[in-house]
Structure formats: C-alpha cells, structure tokens
C-alpha cells in the first residue's frame, strides 16, 4: 500500500507555494520517504534564507512536525541524506543535527550540492512509519 | 527469514561508459517490499545510445523509459514512492519540473531535486524507490 501524507500545516506544502510537483511524504511498506525538506515557515511557506546553523534549525523543526503528524517521529528516522552547499560546514552541521537525534542516530550521509533557491541545507530522509 | 533480494531482469540495458564497457550495475533490484531503481540517464532503449538533449527532452526521455522499465519489473509510475532528481543546474530546475508533471498527474511520489556535477555531459539523472 502506498499513502500520501499531506502537509501538517500549510507552509510545508511546497507543491503549493511553489509548484514542486511531489507530495510532502509517502509511506509505503512500514517506511515513510519524505521530498527533500527545505529551510521554509512551516505556517506561510515563506524561505527562510539564514546561516547554516538557522536553516539547519527550521528544516528539522519542519521535519520533526512533518513525521510526527504522519505519526512516527525523529526517533524513528532510518536514513538521512544531508545535502549541504558547502563541505566546510559540515562541523557546522552537526552541531545542529546531533541536538535532534540524540537517541541512536539514523544512518547518514553528508554531502555538497547545489540547493534550490540558494538554501544552505536539504534534508532527503526516510522514517520507520 | 531472509528477505528477497532479487535482480529484476529487463529489456533495458545500461548504456555503455566513455570507455565502451558495459556499467556494473543492475537497473532495478527488489529488495523486500521495494523496488530500487538505479539512476537512469536519457538513453534510447532500442539502441542503448544516450539521447542527448535539453533538461527538458532529457527528462522526458528518462521518464518515459522509467514507465517502460517499472511496468517490465511488475511496478509503475503509481507505485514509486520516492524519486530523487540530479540536474547538472538548478536553474533548469523549473524546465524539469514541468515535465516532470506530466508522468505523475495525482499523488505524486515524495521527491528531492538537487544540482550535481554530472558526467560525461548528462543533463539530468533520475533515479526512485517504488513498491514492487
């Protein structure tokens, strides 16, 4: 079986706001796939353009509401994939990221790429349901 | 138990590299419940010669044989689950996405767009997860 899950609210609805023709998140098989989330307002889609450290906080924040309305959590995450605009600030990164992941942190991979829009992060993430 | 893994074979052959070998890849495998495709460039399928084009021909191209490729492994277009798009700019991002559109009319897969340094020329990799 293969469920879209909606935003939770409506400014993590990129597909709105800014026509990416994806769904915020797909559950299939006891996994959860979210669309790679980015650094917008959770209520006004708005981008939320910041340092490393900023843009960090607000797509975490965004995904910890996105799984826990899908009703599993960042506890439950399985596999990040961090795409980052720059390798120097991968210490950067993890200064942020461990503060959400304390528990047995998922399976990761950090790498450089260009994000839409000039974002500094992206995170593309799969979740245990 | 163990899970299935299992190579799915199909009528689709990965185009061949600068240097005439073929690749050492499978293009779907089924693992569990899943389908792991493997990132697919603008190729013909009756030829295996690359389809060298805009975003926009390259995509269409690419989708199109991932519609070929799903249906021949016992999957489809409605069953992907996640898709993750290379662009070699992200400027050409929009120019993708409109194509994009077009495959997957309701409840599209969840997605993540990024630009990457691509090779041998190519516009756009597409690669997904979809529901064997």
Redesign the interface.
């Known amino acids: 079986m293969r469920e879209v899950i909606a935003a939770p609210l409506a400014g993590l609805d990129l597909r709105q706001h800014y026509g990416h023709h994806q769904s915020p998140a797909v559950r299939a098989g006891g996994l959860i796939f979210c669309s790679g989330m980015l650094p917008v307002d959770p209520q006004t889609g708005e981008r939320r353009h910041g340092t490393l450290t900023t843009e960090a906080h607000v797509v975490l924040g965004n995904l910890k509401l996105l799984l826990e309305s899908a009703g599993s959590s960042l506890d439950r995450l399985v596999q990040v994939h961090a795409l980052i605009y720059d390798s120097i600030e991968y210490d950067v990164l993890n200064r942020v990221y461990r503060q959400y992941v304390a528990n047995g942190p998922p399976a990761r991979t950090v790498w450089t790429a260009q994000i839409e829009a000039g974002f500094k992060i992206q995170l593309d993430v799969v979740a245990a349901a | 138990m163990r899970a299935k893994r299992e190579v799915i074979p199909l009528p689709v052959r990965a185009p061949d590299t600068a240097s005439g070998s073929g690749q050492p890849l499978s293009m779907a495998v089924r693992g ?3 389908l792991f495709v493997s990132g697919l460039t603008a190729v013909d399928l009756k030829s295996g010669e690359r389809m060298q084009g805009t975003t926009a021909s390259e995509t269409r191209q690419i989708l199109t044989n991932l519609k070929q490729l799903l249906d021949a492994a016992g999957s489809s277009l ?2 992907v ?4 798009v290379l ?1 070699h ?2 400027l050409e ?2 120019n993708m ?1 409109e194509v ?2 077009r495959f ?1 009319p309701d ?10 340094r691509l090779p041998d020329g190519v516009k756009v990799i597409v690669e997904c ?1 979809a ?1 064997a």
């Open positions: 569990g419940d899943f409605d069953k689950v996640k898709v993750n662009l700019s992200m991002e929009r996405n994009y559109a997957f409840q599209p897969p969840a997605r993540t767009v990024c630009g990457a997860t529901l």
